[in-house]
Every structure is written in structure tokens, then in C-alpha cells.
């Protein structure tokens, strides 16, 4: 395991008392990890704290090592995954990526699971897009393929950011939220 990966899981882990059971967790790789999320919740009152558990660099592998102190010691309500990035010369990434699942449905069986997709349009993306929508049944486990339709950094992770949010909440939408996402 990376030395980055090992200090940001142990930071995790020491805090995991602190974390509010059945709220919401996003792991992922590195772009989750940079995604500005904290920044963009604090613009919008969700019921459920959510926490982002992803860290830079992580690995299908590493991930499958660290899922059960980091995600499923603190029990959260709703996971939303975005690992694969950093697996390209991993040929075991999938089956990686699947155990993941399993272990999280297995000693979660009531948390609801959010397949983030791999951006872009490489063999190993489509192939890795390809399993993520196998795992989903839309009953426990969904998927979710962000689309881009801005060209700056900021302004894709504000799209993004909202394509997310609709899946934070616990109750559906007003037309008050709609108009407050929309500026």
C-alpha cells in the first residue's frame, strides 16, 4: 500500500467516533479526492452529513483493504464509489472492484450503493463503465455517468456537484430547490 494512502486511511480510521452513523460517504480515487465537495455543500442544506472518504491515488487493491475500517466501520446510509482511475495496468481491478461490493452489500445489506463511472472514452473505460452497469440492479445499487457540459474545471465540478446532489437528499426536490440549484 502507498505510504499516502496508508497515512490518509489511518487519518480516517482515527476519526471514524466522530462520524455519524447512517449519514452519507463518497470513496473514491484522486478525482473524487480534488472534487470540491465540502466547498459545494456548504451552499445547500442536505438532512445527512456526507462525508468524502476518497484519497488520492487509491487503488481498486488499496481500496479493497481499507473498505472496512474507512466506509463500513462508520455505517453510512448511502456509499457513493468512484475508484478505477488509477487501475488501468491492473488487470484485476474489476474483480477488485466487485469484491468491494460485495463486502459493502454483504455488512451493509440496507445502504444504498452510487456507481460513479469512469470519465472518458479509452478501451479500459469503456470496459471498466461496462461492469460498473453490470453491478446495478436500480433497487440497492445504481449507477451514475456525469455529463460535462462546460469546459472549465470549476464550472464541470458545479455541474457535476449537481448531478450528485439530487441523490444526497432524502426528500424529493421543491420547485425553491430547483431554482436555488439552478443559479
Keep these: 500500500m502507498k505510504e499516502n494512502v496508508k497515512l490518509s486511511a489511518n487519518g480516517m480510521i482515527g476519526i471514524n467516533d466522530l462520524m455519524l452513523k447512517g449519514e452519507i460517504v463518497v470513496f473514491g480515487s484522486t478525482y473524487m479526492a480534488n472534487f470540491p465537495l ?24 488499496e481500496a479493497l483493504e481499507i473498505v472496512q475500517d474507512c466506509i463500513i466501520a462508520i455505517s453510512p446510509a448511502r456509499i457513493f464509489i468512484a475508484l478505477g482511475e488509477e487501475d488501468e495496468n491492473n488487470i484485476d481491478a474489476i474483480k477488485q472492484y466487485n469484491q468491494i461490493i460485495k463486502l459493502i452489500q454483504s455488512a451493509l445489506p440496507k445502504s444504498k450503493i452510487y456507481l460513479i463511472c469512469l470519465q472518458g472514452n479509452t478501451p479500459y473505460v469503456k ?3 461496462a461492469n460498473i452497469l453490470s453491478l446495478c440492479d436500480n433497487k440497492r445499487i445504481w449507477n451514475i455517468r456525469f455529463i460535462s ?5 470549476t464550472n464541470v ?17 421543491t420547485m425553491v430547490g430547483a431554482f436555488a440549484m439552478a443559479n
Design 38 to 61: 465540502y466547498e459545494l455543500i456548504n451552499k445547500y442544506h442536505f438532512e445527512n452529513a456526507i462525508y468524502n472518504r476518497s484519497i488520492a491515488g487509491l487503488t481498486t487493491s
Design 149 to 153: 457540459s462546460s469546459s472549465t474545471e
Design 157 to 173: 465540478y458545479k455541474v457535476q456537484f449537481k448531478q450528485l446532489s439530487c441523490f444526497f437528499r432524502d426528500k424529493p426536490l
Design 127 to 129: 470496459r471498466f463503465n
